[in-house]
Nanobody, 124 residues
Framework: QVQLIESGGGLVQAGGSLRLSCQASRHMFSNFPMGWFRQAPGKEREFVAAITWIGDMTFYGDSVKGRFSISFDRAKNKLALQMNSLKPDDTGVYYC?????????????????WGQGTQVTVSS
């Protein structure tokens, strides 16, 4: 069993920053990759970022490259997403997700476990 709980969402002005956290209920070495997805009202789920256990390889969606950074604290079993230079288009519900491993880390179908999401709203 894996439980994922997101936190850190909120309201921020364009150009600001937020740091999201995803607390996992157990050691996650067998449930990687882990990643972040987001979904705005009326839009499809969008890949944001992912990280692997071996090698700490990171992947980012085109719309967030250079602005977001994903990391994982193994001691605390906590996934983080640092979001800088936020834009109104970044608004949405952000979901933490965990493996098991599948070929495409950018696909939501590659993840078995999901958090309930945390709202991020970026004002103009």
């Amino acid at each position: 069993q894996v439980q994922l709980i997101e936190s850190g969402g909120g309201l921020v002005q364009a150009g600001g920053s937020l740091r999201l956290s995803c607390q996992a209920s157990r050691h996650m070495f067998s449930n990687f990759p882990m990643g972040w997805f987001r979904q705005a009202p009326g839009k499809e789920r969008e890949f944001v970022a992912a990280i692997t256990w071996i090698g700490d390889m990171t992947f980012y969606g085109d719309s967030v490259k250079g602005r977001f950074s994903i990391s994982f604290d193994r001691a605390k079993n906590k996934l983080a997403l640092q979001m800088n230079s936020l834009k109104p288009d970044d608004t949405g519900v952000y979901y933490c997700a965990a493996g098991p491993s599948r070929p495409d880390v950018r696909s939501g179908s590659s993840y078995r476990y999901w958090g309930q999401g945390t709202q991020v709203t970026v004002s103009s």
